[in-house]
């Protein structure tokens, strides 16, 4: 069991070097969700409906997110459906704040607190905000 766990974290972390790697090779990488207007929903976010911080926050989803998230933050990559649909995030900013910060290990998810700062996290919410989709809840 232990032996199988540290081959999904050492495959995981393989991976995401990999697409690191590819992804500092191009040009930025933006979603063809964000082509639509720019609709803030209700959030906590300090940032939430900043142009630039959109900006920056798509940047960084494609940079540390994508592996597991896919491109369109709908939970689908190209290692299966098992992310959370972040299009459908109805926790609030706060709990997704945290979540980021301390991860889920439970499900498969890293702690990405000592990586990315907390400016960092709300640009990625920022960005996340304008994928949301109906039911979503980014208030608190």
């Known amino acids: 069991m232990t032996s199988r766990l540290y081959t999904e974290w050492a495959l995981w972390g393989a991976a995401t070097l ?9 040009e930025p990488h933006t979603a063809v969700a964000q082509e639509k207007p720019i609709t803030p929903v209700p959030s906590s976010n ?8 959109i900006e ?14 896919g491109a369109n933050a709908d939970g689908r990559s190209r290692f299966g459906e ?7 995030f109805s926790l609030g900013y ?15 998810m890293p702690p990405w607190g000592e990586y990315l700062s907390p400016e960092d996290i709300q640009r ?3 960005y996340l905000e304008t994928l949301a989709i109906v039911g979503a809840n980014w208030k608190d």
């Open 18 to 26: 990999v697409m690191l790697g590819a992804l500092s090779l191009g």
């Open 94 to 108: 706060s709990m997704f704040f945290a979540t980021v910060v301390a991860g889920r290990p439970q499900k498969k």
């Open 82 to 88: 098992y992310a959370k649909d972040l299009r459908r």
């Open 46 to 53: 300090p940032l939430s409906g900043n142009p630039e911080a």
């Open 124 to 126: 990625i919410g920022a």
């Open 56 to 69: 920056q926050g798509s940047t960084l989803y494609f940079r540390w997110c994508v592996q597991c998230h």
